[in-house]
């Protein structure tokens, strides 16, 4: 048995929710138990998507909290959502283990239990139980995502963290093809390429299960991604679900793109429009990455929850809905500038003149110089040349 009065203690309030756990030095994964603070947002997003998703349900639901660290995860689920049911909070650390169960005291909750087994284990062990499953490993979710597969029930819920960007984004390929078994790409909408990435690999992993997704909300913050999925089930609907699974052609001279479906489609080599050989990233997913009606739910949600990012929160899921309808991938306005050798107009200005022109045009939380536009790349830049020029 741990003694807890061997350790200094730090005590955080996130939402209506207490947790401690041992003081440490840095954000780290050697800390005795982790809790970072910089994913407070991530967990207050958790907490409206799943009350969201309770609501729509309209049914108790059992969380799986996977990696639990501290436990503030679970512990939140219990304490600030409706509806909940069983939670189980669960990690390899015996430690972790102790500070879970202390916290879940701390704020005197019932209907938790505290799990010591490896990921995959515990999911494998409790096939068909939970209404949520959150996996937030240190790095990838990837090798977890089969077990996720396996128990997944009917209607539920998959949240997904990856903090290995840097494979998902591309700067690094190999571990990219390891992991995700996808070709990345790093231009300058490699964000948006990795969660397509990570979106389709779970896409890809489920349907072994005879399982299928459908993102709700996808967003991509500082170090990490994180997914929210919908589970369903049945191979016909998994079939046509992976007919979103494609590839994205890119041309790293004149920045032209193009989106095509099909695992086994066929692929163009060169650009149509200046020549050069294309660039190929995926498979991927070319799907619906951010649900509009959800995220509409999850804004209106928002004003029902104490949470400490609410400001930060919303700007971010109000950027999410308004991308929701535009098309894959998106132009980033330097670079594009850059190429042309001229200098940027003011944002505002390009965004209506492309819609002037009878396009639609959108900002995107991936970046704050992003358009997603239908126009093609040349009329865009027709677009900034006359712009610059006036
Ligand atoms: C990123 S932390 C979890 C953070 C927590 N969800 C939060 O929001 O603060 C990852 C946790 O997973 C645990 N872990 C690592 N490998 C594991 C495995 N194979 N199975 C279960 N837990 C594991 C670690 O002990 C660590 O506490
Ligand atoms: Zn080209």
Redesign the pocket.
């Known amino acids: 048995m741990i003694n807890l009065d061997d350790y200094k203690l730090k005590t955080i309030e996130e939402g209506l929710t207490k947790i401690e756990f041992p003081e440490y030095e840095k954000v780290s994964?050697d800390a005795p138990?982790?809790?970072?603070p910089h994913?407070e947002l991530?967990?207050d997003i958790s907490i409206l998507a799943l009350q969201t998703f309770q609501k729509e349900q309209n049914r108790e639901i059992d969380i799986c909290?996977?990696?639990?660290?501290?436990g503030?995860?679970g512990v939140r689920y219990k304490n600030e959502i409706d509806g909940v049911g069983h939670v189980s909070i669960?990690?390899?650390?015996e430690l972790?283990n102790e500070f879970e169960q202390h916290n879940v005291n701390l704020n005197n909750l019932e209907d938790i239990s505290i799990h010591n087994?490896?990921?995959?284990m515990?999911l494998r062990q409790n096939r068909g139980k939970f209404d949520v499953i959150?996996i937030?490993?240190?790095g990838t979710p990837s090798p977890f995502l089969d077990s996720a597969g396996y128990c997944a029930r009917r209607e539920s819920l998959l949240c997904v963290t990856a903090t290995d960007t840097s494979a998902l984004c591309g700067t690094y390929k190999e571990p990219c093809i390891r992991k995700y078994n996808s070709k990345p790409y790093k231009s300058e909408y490699c964000h948006e390429t990795g969660i397509r990435i990570l979106a389709g690999f779970c896409a890809l992993t489920l349907s072994k299960y005879a399982k299928c997704i459908e993102v709700l909300l996808s967003h991509s913050t500082e170090h990490y991604m994180r997914l929210y999925l919908k589970v369903k089930k049945g191979s016909k609907r998994s079939d046509e679900s992976l007919k979103n699974i494609g590839y994205i052609s890119h041309c790293k001279e004149c920045l032209y793109r193009e989106c095509n479906k099909g695992l086994a489609t066929s692929i163009p080599d060169t650009c149509p429009e200046c020549g050069e050989k294309l660039i190929q990233a995926g498979p991927l997913w070319l799907g619906e990455i951010q649900n509009k009606d959800f995220i509409s739910k999850m804004i209106k949600e928002s004003e029902n929850k104490k949470l400490n990012s609410q400001n930060q929160l919303l700007k971010l899921l109000n950027a999410c809905l308004i991308e929701s309808e535009s098309p894959a991938t998106f132009y980033d306005v330097h670079s594009i500038c850059r190429s042309l050798k001229i200098s940027a107009p003011k944002l505002d200005l390009i965004f209506d003149e492309i819609r002037n022109n009878g396009f639609e045009c959108e900002k995107t939380h991936f970046s704050p110089i992003g358009i997603k536009t239908n126009a093609p790349i040349n009329k865009i830049k027709n677009i900034l040349k006359k712009l610059e020029s006036e």
């Open positions: 994964s138990v982790f809790y970072n994913m991530n967990r909290d996977l990696f639990g660290g501290s503030i995860r669960n990690d390899i650390s972790a087994h490896d990921a995959s515990f959150d937030d490993p240190f």
